[in-house]
């Protein structure tokens, strides 16, 4: 079995930390993709005001072509957005809509529905653009205003979304609040909808469910999830949304059961270095902190 791994370390993992340099940011992705990831979300075209770690968009989009192996995307939240995006040559968008109204007024300034009807625009001018669109639904299980997502409420985004066009699913646990059985429940409700659209999944370990969540994904039939090197990463709009499932925690778990990434855990803990590094220190991943089990040589214990 395999299952393909999205780093998005270089967006979700810097966007809640202070700015650093572009040098730093074309470091980390040169670490990112030496492990072998083929997939990268790079960066958002969000407000700058808003979101400032990520206001140098276009500048590290210019460095994309150094690495022709990797399927690069981008996360936009507007029909500006989509535009900046598509100027700046991405051509694989993320739109984001929150499953949430709280949510989705922190984040975007609008509500649920006003977010879900943008779908059609924003699919139209990225397919006229050539590109393709991924709808991602945030607070898929939980919000931290509203509480409990009810599964009605994102089973109606992805409706909406596969009727527009959209070329990919994806659901988020934003707050890192969701377990197994609730991310089992919610991908057999989302199946029967899409057809053959690929659905992916992203997970925050913020509560330690991360992982565990992962895997029941994968046994639930998801092969696309979200991971963030080093951990990193956190919403700006959802008070307590800290890191993502780390990489390389993801992919010694995935390897052990049998399922295959083609991401090098070695280069992946590299990788998390880097990005602990690049933002000033942290407590890093488990695989960070404990190595494989046979630890590389002049690997730090």
């Known amino acids: 079995m395999n299952v393909t791994l999205r780093d998005v370390a270089m967006r979700d993992g810097l966007q809640i930390e202070e700015p650093i340099s572009l040098d730093a940011k074309v470091e980390l992705l040169q670490a990112i993709c030496d492990t072998g990831v083929t997939e990268v979300e790079v960066t958002a075209f969000v407000s700058p005001s808003k979101v400032p770690a990520l206001a140098d968009a276009a500048e590290l989009c210019t460095h994309l072509g150094e690495f022709p192996d990797v399927r690069f995307s981008a996360l936009i939240a507007s029909v500006n ?62 919000c931290p205003f509203d509480g409990p997502t009810p599964p009605e409420r994102v089973t109606t985004i992805v409706a909406h979304a596969v009727a527009a066009g959209a070329d990919r699913i994806s659901i988020a646990d934003t707050i890192g609040t969701t377990t197994p059985r609730r991310v089992t429940d919610l991908a057999a409700q989302v199946f029967p909808l899409i057809g053959d659209l690929p659905l992916g999944a992203h997970f925050h370990n913020t509560r330690g469910t991360g992982l565990a969540s992962a895997y029941a994904a994968v046994q639930a039939g998801i092969t696309r999830l979200d991971a963030s090197v080093g951990g990193l990463g956190g919403c700006p709009f959802a008070p307590g949304a800290s890191g993502n499932i780390a990489t390389e925690d993801l992919v010694y778990l995935l390897r052990d059961c049998g399922i295959d990434t083609g991401v090098d855990l070695d280069a992946a803990i590299r990788a998390g270095r880097v990005a602990i590094g690049a933002v000033g220190g942290g407590d890093g991943s488990a695989l960070m902190r404990a190595g494989d089990r046979k630890l590389a040589t002049g690997e730090p214990r």
């Open 81 to 142: 957005g989509t535009r900046r995006a598509l100027d700046s040559g991405v051509s694989n968008l993320e739109y984001v809509v929150s499953a949430s109204d709280s949510h989705s007024r922190a984040n975007v300034g609008r509500d649920t529905d006003a977010s879900t009807a943008l779908i059609d625009e924003i699919v139209g001018i990225a397919h006229d653009a050539g590109a393709t669109l991924e709808v991602i639904i945030a607070t898929a299980w939980d």
